[in-house]
């Protein structure tokens, strides 16, 4: 990442330099969400007081209300449900706090979000186990590798932690899998956390016209299903007071910088214990407000969403067509705005030497050692694109990757 900021690509002011297609940041909304914002940055003498730690009243509302419009979930969210704070990562940290002791381990199937690392283990303690995926399908655990992994593990285990949409694979679980790892947790005593930062940007439910075309497409070996998106509250869970979920505005609604996300549970114990510590995580007052004024248009918000979602899906077939054009094999995708593509074909260069090529041909994107995947030569080897840019910048970036293997090849 120091190598990626200090030499910034910029079309104008370093045209060589290296462009980022390795974060999760959506860059294809600026204008229609700075016109809004700034509509309402005003800062007034009432935000330069405190406000609530959790969030203003008024914006627990509205995300509530967001939600229910959009995440169905059996038993109707409200404010009691929610507390907002400076992202889903500190809120993680937050949650390993309140729901788990020091030295615990939780259960994660992997390759996983590697900020999922950081976010649980650095302040409380706790430590990832990355189980398994079956062997012909990404977002497959069954129940073997989930016991194989419990029974394996020196820390007591307490919990599994999942991201639907999954980041890095760009898809969903399905409706079964999130139920077979909610039974699980039931009958071993854990507790899940489903952290659904990618729910509104399910781009081929939230589109019309999202047929992606396979014809020519090399299929991996672990392509398996493509399955809907479920948002777990959704479903009929076997234990709802011990399923706590995230949501943030980082990616749906492209504000990374902001710094805000969403912890969401029925469970009243857990959402007045992360209340309580919720000082160390609380969002700027003039932010709770701009995203009040955001929110309580409802019909902007569902335009937001709506278009947001078309362009992610123009981008992902962009892109994908490029990747068909070159052979290179991927991932399918219905969700976030990443693939997850295969350089095994790229030559003998092994993960790390080849990113670093990759960097010195002036394009970063982030290679499955990000994700923790395990040191196989199955698992090495991938690399996550981010595509949410504009198309201008990504064809460069494509020209970039492709030159940097057809040397290699050469
Ligand atoms: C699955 C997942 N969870 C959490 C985060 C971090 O979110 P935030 O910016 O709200 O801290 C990311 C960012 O890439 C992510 O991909």
């Not at 909610?182 to 509104?200: P, Q, R, T, W």
């Not at 994107?365 to 595509?387: G, K, L, V």
Request: with cysteine; charged share 20%.
């Amino acid at each position: 990442m120091t190598i990626v900021r200090n030499n910034k690509y910029h079309p104008k002011t370093n045209p060589n330099g290296i462009i980022n297609l390795g974060t999760a940041e959506n860059k294809l909304n600026n204008v229609e969400l700075l016109g809004r914002i700034n509509e309402a940055s005003t800062v007034t003498a009432e935000q330069l007081l405190y406000g609530p730690n959790p969030g203003s009243d008024r914006l627990r509302e509205e995300v509530a209300l967001l939600l229910n419009r959009h995440f169905n979930p059996k038993i109707l969210l409200s404010k009691e449900n929610i507390c907002v704070g400076n992202g889903c990562g500190p809120l993680l940290n937050l949650y390993g706090q309140v729901l788990f002791d020091d030295g615990d381990a939780v259960l994660v199937p992997g390759p996983y979000y590697g900020g999922f690392h950081a976010d649980i283990n650095y302040g409380s303690r706790v430590y990832n186990i990355s189980v398994p995926h079956s062997e012909d399908d990404c977002l497959k655990v069954d129940e073997t590798a989930l016991e194989k992994a419990l029974k394996e593990s020196t820390r007591p285990v307490k919990g599994i932690i999942i991201a639907n949409p999954n980041n890095p694979f760009g898809r969903c679980y399905s409706a079964e899998q999130l139920l077979l790892f909610c039974n699980f947790a039931k009958s071993h005593g854990l507790i899940v956390i489903c952290d659904e930062i990618y729910g509104l940007s399910t781009w081929k439910e939230i589109t019309e016209n999202n047929i992606e075309k396979d014809a020519t497409r090399i299929k991996t070996s672990i392509d398996g299903k493509l399955s809907r998106y479920t948002p777990i509250f959704s479903l009929d869970l076997p234990d709802p007071v011990n399923t706590h979920t995230l949501w943030g505005f980082s990616k749906d609604f492209c504000l990374n910088g902001l710094r805000i996300g969403v912890t969401i549970s029925y469970s009243k114990v857990v959402i007045d214990a992360i209340q309580k510590i919720s000082f160390l995580t609380c969002i700027p007052t003039n932010i709770d407000n701009i995203l009040v004024h955001m929110l309580s248009d409802h019909k902007w918000t569902d335009n937001f969403i709506i278009n947001n979602n078309r362009k992610l899906f123009k981008n992902y077939i962009h892109l994908t067509n490029s990747l068909k054009a070159h052979n290179i094999p991927y991932v399918k995708g219905n969700a976030g705005f990443f693939i997850y593509i295969d350089l095994h074909k790229a030559g003998k260069l092994n993960e790390f030497d080849l990113w670093m090529k990759l960097l010195e041909g002036g394009v970063y994107i982030s290679p499955s050692q990000a994700f923790f995947s395990a040191d196989t030569e199955s698992e090495r080897n991938w690399f996550r694109i981010c595509f949410a840019v504009e198309q201008s910048e990504l064809n460069l970036s494509l020209d970039r990757l492709y030159k940097v293997l057809d040397n290699l090849k050469k």
